[in-house]
């Protein structure tokens, strides 16, 4: 549960004194209003400015600096891919990567990493004071599939560790990025070129927590001035970090039994669509968005690249693999799964994002599928030539 502690409280009163709390407002141009001057003088894609002291009457002057970031839930599917673009544009030790699970020496060698459990209010306060961070990117949840087996769970991570970012952001003036996902609409939402605003109705508990988080967010930019900015992320393929338990991980998993056993079981059923998107341009489309100067006119934004089905992604990877064999659940025993999938869209109009960010995927369905085996194909021969190198025999035959 996320807490008011003595120094969110001193924090946001004195900012109060010296910064009148301003009068809630409804639409985006408001906030945009508000905004727009103070925005134009800081921010900027990779450098903003801070002031210096004027002790020595002298003119005061602005640094410009990389801004300080701290990205939750880091060693997660998506979060170590962001981590090492934030660190190629801002520098190794801008870039503060945390999670509550242990990371490997070769994450640990990249920059600083610290343990923050996002449920802990004060810890992530601590680590935002300790770090000066100007702004987070907040990636820890619990995914579909995930949150459908605990949902008492998905709803402490996913709502309270939230809240208490959005509460930190609120006190510590941050920009917080923080995304949604198609799982935030529902089964009455219209399946086809879903547009960004529409009827959500979620039906399952990741989707309600993410809704939630969405207008929470956007509650929080119109009354308090929040740089809240957040997109619905489609399901994402990657090949060097795992997925987290979600519904859309058939679409990863497949290449890996391609690869390894010639034949996969999909746990969705052949024609069920969705929408995917490769990672690096989920980072891509994060990092324009988390960096655009000024506010922009919505809160949040969907993202799509491609659709397709199970049997059209298999039909892809046939192409490369012509022995590659693909079965499907019995319809009338389907995964629990599939109930979520059949609830979310099959296509995003993702229009907006495009005008007003300049967002454009690189990965269509035929690179990215040529992309994934490649990868898969070369981590598999790695491990084969480990195993060969480990093997004591292989060893003397090599001396
Ligand atoms: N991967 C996708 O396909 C996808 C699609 C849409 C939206 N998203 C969203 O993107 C974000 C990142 O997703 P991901 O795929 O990397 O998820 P993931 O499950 O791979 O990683 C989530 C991370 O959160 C961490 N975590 C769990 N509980 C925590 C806690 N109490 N405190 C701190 N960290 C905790 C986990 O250890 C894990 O490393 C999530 O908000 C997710 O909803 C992902
Ligand atoms: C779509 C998304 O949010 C995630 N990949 C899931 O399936 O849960």
């Not at 060097?240 to 390894?260: E, K, L, N």
């Amino acid at each position: 549960m996320f807490r008011t502690t003595t120094s969110s409280v001193l924090a946001s009163s004195t900012r109060m004194l010296r910064q009148p709390l301003m009068a809630p407002s409804t639409s985006a141009t408001s906030f945009m209003a508000r905004y727009k001057n103070a925005a134009a003088a800081s921010a900027t894609t990779r450098m903003f400015s801070i002031s210096t002291a004027n002790n020595n009457k002298s003119p005061s002057t602005t640094t410009p600096r990389h801004p300080r970031v701290l990205v939750t839930g880091s060693l997660g599917q998506l979060g170590s891919g962001l981590v090492k673009e934030l660190r190629r544009m801002y520098g190794n030790d801008n870039v503060v990567a945390s999670d509550i699970r242990k990371a490997s020496d070769e994450f640990m060698a990249t920059g600083p990493f610290v343990y923050a459990d996002v449920m802990n209010y004060s810890m992530l306060e601590r680590i935002v004071v300790d770090w000066r961070i100007d702004w987070v990117v907040h990636y820890s949840a619990l995914l579909s599939a995930v949150a459908e087996k605990n949902p008492t769970l998905a709803l402490s991570v996913n709502i309270n560790g939230f809240q208490n970012m959005l509460e930190l952001a609120k006190v510590h003036r941050l920009r917080l990025y923080s995304p949604s996902t198609i799982g935030a609409f529902g089964p009455s939402t219209p399946k086809d070129n879903t547009p960004d605003l529409t009827i959500m109705r979620p039906n399952t508990i990741y989707g309600i927590t993410k809704l939630h988080n969405e207008l929470m967010g956007e509650y929080y930019r119109e009354k308090f001035g929040v740089d809240f900015r957040s997109a619905r992320y489609p399901g994402i393929l990657s090949a060097d970090t795992a997925p987290g338990g979600g519904t859309t991980d058939y679409a990863v998993d497949i290449f890996h039994h391609a690869i390894r056993h010639g034949h996969y079981d999909c746990f969705l059923s052949k024609d069920t669509r969705l929408p995917m998107m490769y990672l690096s341009d989920c980072i891509k489309g994060t990092v324009e968005h988390l960096t655009y100067p000024t506010p922009l006119p919505q809160t949040v934004y969907n993202l799509a690249a491609v659709s397709f089905t199970p049997e059209e992604l298999a039909n892809e990877i046939k192409k490369h693999l012509p022995n590659f064999t693909i079965s499907y659940p019995d319809p009338a025993r389907p995964d629990f799964r599939q109930a979520i999938a059949d609830s979310w869209p099959g296509s995003l109009d993702d229009s907006k994002a495009r005008k007003d960010f300049g967002w454009k995927e690189e990965y269509g369905l035929e690179n990215m599928v040529k992309l994934m085996l490649d990868k898969i194909q070369a981590q598999v021969n790695a491990e084969k030539k480990a195993v060969h190198s480990d093997d004591p025999s292989t060893a003397t035959m090599a001396a």
